[in-house]
Each structure stands twice: as C-alpha cells, then as structure tokens.
C-alpha cells in the first residue's frame, strides 16, 4: 500500500509570495494533520482535518490556512511568505475518530529567498 | 499547553551498546507517546508507540517504558547497529477537546559507530 504522498518535494519562493503544498493520506485514513519543522527542531503542529472538517489548530498566524476535500486529501496555504517560514513542511496521516497514530510523508521542503 | 522536554540532544554510541533516550511531559491527561525516527532528508517514521494503560512495550531491538506518575518515558535500543543513526524524536498526543495534535521532543541525534 502507498504511504503518505505529499507534493513538491522542494519549492523555492520569495518573500510575499503564496504557496500551495498538497498531501494524499494513506487510503483509507480520513484524518490528515500538518507540522511545520524548523531545521534542528521537532515538528510543530499547524492543523488537523478529520472529515473535511478543521478539527485543531497550532500558534500560527492567519497567513496559513488549510482544507481538507471529500476524497481526504488536502492542502496547506501560506500567503505572503516570511523567510521564517522556510522549513520542512509535513503531512501525517491517521485514521481518525478515536485512533491516535499518525503517519507522516517525506515532507515539503520550502525555502523562502 | 503539553511541554516536552528530551535528552540526551546527542548520543554517540559503539555498534552492540545500548542507547537510551528519555522524555519529560507536563500533561497528566496525555496518555499516547509515540517514538519516531528521522533520518537526514526523510519525514518521520514511527517505530514504536505506548498508551497510558501499559508500562513497557517491545519490538524486537527496541522497547519504550512509561512513568504515568513521574511523566517521563523512555526509550531503549538494544544491540545498535550502524542503520540506527539518525534523529530521533519523542511525541505526546495532546488532549486539547476534539484534536489529536502532536507535541515533539527537541530531538536526540544518535551516532552508532562501528
């Protein structure tokens, strides 16, 4: 079975600029969480989405947003970059509901120039 | 919210030794702590997890403990080998109403030498 599936691997942008970073869960799994991870540091949770809906959200400013679609895939936006926001972006993916375990893709690896 | 704090930041090890890495939580409501592996260019793997109701857990090479009182647990590696170099990162699923956020350890960045 696939994995989690995320898209691009790399991005280079520049200040101002929007992006738009896409996951795929694995099949069968309806929730999809996102983390941002900062070079040297661990992962810090943006959001998480079970059932299209936004169930959670981290200290991130309004710049980032995301949605879930009804085949449970989703996408991270980030309007007007900062070069802070260059980092690994990554997607996990759970079952939902009650289960806890999260799967995490190889990541987003965004650079802000 | 959850606060996590890891340690050792690095440990360097000789291939056959054991390696233990620990986690403090402030939370007592937390009660999922899983234990990823992350190696240079890769997104995190999971490779063992424990739930509140168990105190130790074990796959092979590897086991995880848990101090619900204390708020700390740990993870063991046995018999290291080489392929066991990378970062490792402890997590806590925090209870916040409705979410199953996250919350990571800073990271161990283990060497196994051969």
């Known amino acids: 079975d696939a994995g989690v599936t995320q898209s691009p691997t790399h991005l280079i942008k520049t200040r101002g600029q929007h992006v738009t970073l896409r996951c795929s869960p694995i099949?069968?799994?309806?929730?999809v969480s996102w983390y941002q991870q900062v070079l040297g540091q661990g992962p810090q949770f943006i959001f998480q989405y079970y059932e299209k809906e936004e169930r959670g959200r981290g200290n991130f400013p309004d710049r980032f947003s995301a949605r879930q679609f009804p085949n449970y895939s989703s996408e991270l936006n980030v309007n007007a970059l900062l070069l802070g926001d260059s980092a690994l972006y990554l997607c996990a993916s759970s079952l939902g509901g009650a289960e806890e375990t999260q799967y995490f893709g190889p990541g987003t690896r965004l650079l802000v120039l | 919210g959850e606060n996590v704090e890891q340690h050792p930041s690095t440990l360097s090890v000789q291939e056959g030794d054991s390696a233990v890495i620990k986690c403090t939580y402030s939370d007592s409501a937390s009660n999922y702590f899983p234990w990823y592996k992350q190696e240079l260019g890769k997104g995190p793997q999971l490779i063992i997890d424990i739930r509140s109701n168990v105190g130790e857990k074990k796959d092979q090479r590897i086991a995880v403990t848990l101090n619900k009182t204390a708020k700390h647990f740990s993870l063991h590696i046995t018999e290291t080998q080489p392929e066991d170099s990378a970062v490792y990162f402890c997590a806590v699923l925090s209870m916040d109403t409705g979410r199953r956020a996250l919350t990571f350890g800073s990271g161990t960045r283990l060497q196994v030498q051969p």
């Open positions: 099949s069968g799994h309806k929730s």
